[in-house]
């Protein structure tokens, strides 16, 4: 092997995962007061190589995409606006409410363009490397409720819709999209309802915001929105997974497959109602590491709890290689895990001490509940007939 071949895994043939960090994660915030005022991706970066689990030529540092590339989706005034805010730092009335920035949710911050177009630098170019075929990590990205012409729910570029555009001009013809965040995927349903090469499942908390992706709303036949009760437990994510999610995509034989792993499902997290412990999360990434699609790109998402987001992620990609994830961390793990802080957060004053030396959660399994079941029937009777 030279050096200029690409890393090859060991027995398949097949190009081991990359993972697309970037170090602008590690100090932005969006302010005192904002759910993602916590470090998400860099807690991702550090535990995997305390783990010894990213070596350098795994890793890709994240281009950020230039303005005119990400026309291809966003407007070229909305794009103009949110450069501008980064300059000024400020918004003007009309802007605030053409676009959706400087609001409470949207606000006003230091990488306010730089950071989204770093996230969205990188899905471009997972789009253009998984043309071969493969397997890319990026958890940076996944800011699924951006729109063309607006910033949304957290989100200023819509990087997903960005990889789904990518790995299309790149030659897949038939993509799937799986979105397990707490919320809806409000924007990449906007970009992809009605295309019949593109399939799109969304499993989301019924009753939160955005409150879109109602279980009736197909998005004229290529959607399978499935919204979940309070409470979802694993033995119910695992029943959607072997039942909704997996049969979907064999029936629909995708070319590329895209998921948005968001980790605010899970029970520590501030701003879902749901109960699933990280060991649903990866499950799922098993499984559909399992279906060999030709190309394969893993996001982030959501995810407000430094402590969970962290080690939920990073066992993603432990999953995604194999990697089998101790029951006790080592010290240089724990001590990244230590170094976290969690201000004006209730869950951040004393963490448990199992958020420090671990990174599996205990399972939470339990009964199915009756509204799942009915409301799952619903669909894969749909599929069924699709
Ligand atoms: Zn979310």
Redesign the pocket.
């Known amino acids: 092997m030279t050096d200029t071949d690409p890393p090859q895994g060991p027995s398949d043939g097949k190009s081991l995962p990359l993972f697309f960090g970037s170090e602008i994660y590690r100090h932005s915030s969006y302010g005192a007061h904002h759910p993602l005022r916590v470090p998400r991706v860099s807690t991702v970066m550090d535990l995997s190589r305390a783990m010894g689990w990213l070596p350098p030529d795994r890793y890709r540092n994240s281009p950020r995409a230039k303005p005119a590339a990400l026309t291809i989706w966003h407007t070229p005034d909305y794009l103009s606006a949110l450069q501008e805010a980064e300059a000024r730092q400020e918004v003007s009335p009309e802007t605030r409410d053409r676009h959706g920035i400087g609001t409470v949710s949207n606000p006003i911050y230091g990488e306010m363009f730089r950071r989204p177009a770093t996230a969205a630098g990188a899905s471009l170019l997972a789009g253009e490397l998984l043309a071969g075929g493969g397997v890319i990590y990026h958890p940076g990205g996944g800011t699924h409720h951006a729109l063309p012409d607006r910033a949304n729910g957290f989100c200023y570029l819509n990087d997903p819709v960005l990889a789904m555009l990518s790995l299309r001009r790149a030659g897949a013809q038939r993509i799937a999209y799986v979105d397990i ?3 809806h995927c409000d924007g990449v349903e906007h970009g992809f309802a009605g295309d019949p090469d593109t399939l799109l499942i969304s499993v989301h908390e019924d009753r939160r915001w955005p409150f879109t992706g109602a279980l009736s709303d197909d998005g004229g036949g290529n959607c399978f929105n499935l919204p979940v009760p309070r409470g979802l437990n694993d033995s119910e994510m695992a029943l959607i997974r072997d039942s909704l999610i997996l049969p979907a995509l064999h029936a629909f034989r995708p070319d590329a497959i895209v998921l948005q792993c ?1 980790a ?1 499902a899970v029970e520590e997290d501030p ?2 109602r749901l109960t699933l412990s990280n060991n649903a999360h990866w499950a799922v990434v098993r499984a559909i590491m399992d279906l060999n699609a030709p190309r394969l790109l893993v996001l982030g ?2 995810g407000y709890n430094p402590w969970s987001v962290g080690r939920l992620w990073t066992g993603v990609w432990a999953t995604m290689n194999g990697l089998e994830i101790p029951d006790r961390l080592p010290p240089e793990a724990e001590t990244v895990l230590r170094a976290l802080r969690w201000d004006k957060a209730r869950r951040g004053k004393n963490p448990p001490d199992h958020w420090f030396t671990t990174l599996r959660d205990a399972p939470r399994d339990g009964p199915i509940q009756d509204q799942l079941r009915h409301d799952l029937g619903r669909l894969t009777a749909r599929l069924s007939r699709w």
Request: no cysteine.
């Open positions: 965040d707490a919320h968001g605010d701003l879902s998402g959501g």
